[in-house]
């Protein structure tokens, strides 16, 4: 998961899943070796049928295709630009979405392999939710982030199922060296890795994802009543932690729906006083949900 934002450029609604902080510069001979991670993945039988549903997803013809969609970074994330238009014409609203991949650039490679992993499996998926349903709310927003399909437990099962994949080949990269045998086994050894039936338990996932140590009271009383929805929210030691923030996920999950937020509530303001909601006036609806958005999403946030 990345750092989230939203953007209002001059008639279209622009939305930024992630940031370009983590952009690096490209250095020699690093198109090659994206080539290999891609290709170490693509011959596990688990990172076989990753990339094969992704080659589905973006239509594409060849495997090597998938490069395209990759870069080198200082953290690994999946950046998802979500551009909708306004035809103020029709009243039509299209909507568009980029994904890249950024790959964080100084791990051994069977990392990286199982890092592409996780992110392919969060960049095919559609977006999890919209930043304008106006029922939207930062419960559900940590609950789908975690659990929806394409979320973070679904990414870590993946990811976990191809280390068992590398575990296991005579000839890959753990056969050749126990360093990387031991890096992979540390990553995934809490859900299954290297048990004896070789397959990976979401529910010790999901049980790591939400322990949240001592952030729990204040998470439950800043989500309100409904954290009870959040059934597996535990005052554990937590394990997992946010590539961005220095807390467990569903805290930095809480932070970031905030973030998002502040600016929809912004945006849907400009909307209505640029007179976008107008344009919008013949389709049933649309106004009213605006409305329902303001007043759901964004009363006591700064109007
Ligand atoms: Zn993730």
């Keep these: 998961m990345g750092v989230r934002g939203l ?3 001059a008639g279209a609604l622009l939305l930024l899943v992630g940031g370009d902080a983590a952009l690096a510069a490209p250095r020699a001979g690093e198109g090659l070796r994206l080539s290999q991670i891609l290709q170490t993945l693509d011959a596990t039988p688990a990172g076989h049928r990753l990339v094969k549903r992704a080659a589905v997803a973006w239509k594409l013809e060849r495997v090597n295709q998938l490069l395209a969609y990759l ?3 200082t953290v690994s994330k999946t950046d998802a630009v979500l551009t909708r238009h306004f035809d103020p014409v029709t009243g ?3 909507r568009s979405r980029q994904v890249v991949i950024y790959l964080r650039r100084d791990l051994p490679i069977e990392e990286t392999v199982l890092d592409l992993a996780h992110e392919i499996v969060h960049a095919m998926e559609p977006p999890l939710w919209d930043p304008y349903d106006p029922e ?3 419960t559900k927003y940590i609950q789908v982030s975690i659990e929806g399909a394409g979320g973070e437990v679904d990414a870590v099962f993946e990811e976990c ?6 575990v296991r080949s005579k000839t890959g990269i753990a056969a050749r060296s126990p360093a990387s045998r031991a890096r992979l086994s540390d990553r995934c050894h ?3 890795h290297e048990n004896a039936s070789g397959r990976i338990d979401r529910s010790l996932i999901m049980k790591d994802f939400y322990a949240v140590g001592a952030w729990r009271d204040r998470l439950q009383k800043q989500l309100g009543k409904e954290h009870r929805v959040l059934q597996a929210l535990s005052d554990d030691e937590p394990v997992l932690y946010s590539s961005t923030g220095r807390t467990p996920y569903p805290v930095a ?11 929809a509530c912004a945006n849907s303001r400009r909307r209505e006083s640029a007179g976008a909601l107008r344009a919008l006036a013949s389709m049933p609806g649309k106004p009213a949900e605006n409305a329902r958005f303001l007043k759901n999403r964004c009363q006591g946030r700064g109007a």
């Design 71 to 73: 870069r080198w970074g």
């Design 7 to 9: 953007t209002w450029i």
């Design 190 to 192: 809490r859900y299954g």
């Design 136 to 138: 939207l709310t930062a």
């Design 92 to 94: 039509k609203e299209e």
């Design 253 to 263: 999950l809480l932070e970031e729906f905030e973030q998002m937020n502040e600016v």
């Design 161 to 166: 199922t191809v280390a068992n994949d590398l």
